[in-house]
């Protein structure tokens, strides 16, 4: 079974506090997925290696703060809500 870890992106946030971007991890995929109002379910983002990927997550460690799935369903919620206006 895949370890998934989601992170929402602080750095950029709406004026309810609402992150504009999570990211979604798996542990053994070259890959990022990012979520946002426009790919509530994801987009993938591409590194040549998992040493990469982490360097880029590492990067971001001073803006991003884990997440579980259940945050992360109220934040794709809110999204929808949002579009929908």
């Not at 971007?21 to 983002?45: A, C, N, W």
């Not at 997550?57 to 206006?85: A, G, P, T, V």
Request: a negative charge; one cysteine or more.
């Amino acid at each position: 079974m895949e370890n998934t870890l989601y992170f929402k992106d602080m750095s950029h946030c709406d004026q309810n506090n609402y992150p504009k971007k999570v990211y979604k991890v798996e542990y053994s995929k070259m890959l990022i997925e990012i979520l946002d109002t426009d790919h509530i379910q994801g987009r993938p983002f591409y590194f040549s290696s998992p040493h990469l990927r982490d360097e880029f997550i590492q990067h971001m460690k001073d803006h991003i703060l884990r997440i579980n799935y259940e945050e992360l369903e109220d934040i794709q919620l809110y999204w929808k809500k949002s579009r929908s206006y």
